[in-house]
């Protein structure tokens, strides 16, 4: 039996879909049974610990850290060093979030492990301390096979292509906490608040995005988006110009320095396309375009694509399917 530890974040009271994602690659790490240990940043409640234990958790490490009130990276990667050493854990697993990267990255720097990061596939090769692994390079332009020889294997995981799946043997869980030796620096970065919560669903795990860039206008113009968003069921993405106009929050930037989704349906409003930007959505099954340029990267990317302003013809859409839903 093989242990593989899991960095599992938490939002709203529920487990992230991404690490949802990351339990599901940590079981299928080896041939052999695994047993599966997570670390959480604070006391699990009702709802976390049924998902973590459907999800095949056998046993939850809580971080228990004088002075801690949120997300301290140094002082978590500390815990799963402990974690990891106790237990000779065969690999070390995370989302790859900005904050499981960032764990896992100073988990690599404390140990001396290699960390193969945004991982879609990983495999112990039977009997030996190696690893045949899938990652994504480039942001998921480049998708690179490798094999990584360590004693213990850091892998965070490529949460569009890993499919979250329960475990079907799911069993009996301990809950303990652990409390790593820390000193004053390993608390010196830490989360003091977070921004406020968004009630609705999570953009990394909904089915419908509805995402706007500069060609929106303004941050008046995502009235019209949220709407559509909400009329559909999904969440509201943006560009990263769109952030970094200050027009949205940067928790909704959909990329490859934002979230990563994989919905349904994708619908890219006044959004060119960029690169940086399709890393983040290339996993969608449906994608659909509103551009008033013909020749923008995201007309020749979608599946169906409407030349014309977002101002006509989203307050279209949202005046068709109100129409539509008020004739059944
Ligand atoms: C290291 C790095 C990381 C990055 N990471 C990300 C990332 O994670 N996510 C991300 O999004 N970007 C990222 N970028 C930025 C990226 O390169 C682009 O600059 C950005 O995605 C462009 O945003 P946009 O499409 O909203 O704006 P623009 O490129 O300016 O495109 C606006 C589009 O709107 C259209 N338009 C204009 N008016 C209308 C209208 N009325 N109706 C309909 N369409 C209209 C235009 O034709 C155009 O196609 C990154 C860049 C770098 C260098």
Not at 189 to 206: K, N, R
Not at 228 to 240: D, E, F, I, K, Y
Not at 299 to 326: F, H, K, N, Q, T
């Amino acid at each position: 039996m093989s242990t593989v530890v899991c960095y599992v974040e938490t939002e709203n009271g529920a487990v992230l879909d991404a690490s949802l994602r990351a339990l599901t690659f940590a079981r299928g790490l080896a041939a052999e049974a695994t047993e599966v240990s997570a670390l959480i940043a604070g006391p699990p409640g009702a709802d976390v610990t049924a998902q973590l234990q459907s999800f095949g958790v056998t046993s939850i490490c809580v971080l228990s850290a004088g002075g801690l009130t949120g997300y301290a990276p140094l002082a978590l990667a500390k815990a799963l060093a402990a974690m990891a050493s106790r237990s000779e854990a065969a690999a070390v697993v995370a989302a790859a979030t900005d904050h499981g990267n960032e764990v896992l990255a100073h988990l690599g720097a404390l140990t001396g492990l290699e960390l193969a990061a945004n991982c879609t596939k990983a495999h112990l090769v039977e009997g030996e301390r190696r690893f045949r692994l899938v990652r994504q390079r480039w942001g998921g332009s480049l998708i690179e096979e490798a094999v990584l020889s360590a004693a213990t294997g850091l892998f965070s995981v490529a949460a569009d292509s890993v499919q979250p799946v329960p475990s079907p043997a799911a069993g009996s869980l301990a809950v303990s906490e652990i409390a790593p030796q820390l000193d004053a620096l390993d608390l010196a970065l830490q989360a003091l608040e977070s921004p406020e919560e968004s009630p609705g669903i999570s953009l990394a795990s909904a089915k419908v995005v509805v995402s706007g860039g500069r060609g929106v206008g303004g941050p008046e113009g995502f009235a019209v988006i949220e709407e559509l968003a909400a009329l559909l069921g999904g969440a509201v993405g943006v560009s990263r110009v769109v952030t970094s106009l200050g027009w949205r929050p940067h928790r909704e930037q959909v990329g490859q320095t934002g979230t990563r989704v994989a919905p349904d349906l994708y619908l890219a409003c006044g959004i060119s396309g960029a690169v940086q930007h399709l890393a983040g959505c290339q996993s969608s099954k449906h994608m659909v375009a509103v551009n008033t340029d013909p020749s923008a990267p995201i007309m020749s990317r979608a599946d169906y694509a409407v030349i014309g302003s977002v101002a006509e013809v989203l307050p279209a859409l949202v005046d068709a399917i109100r129409a539509r839903r008020s004739s059944c």
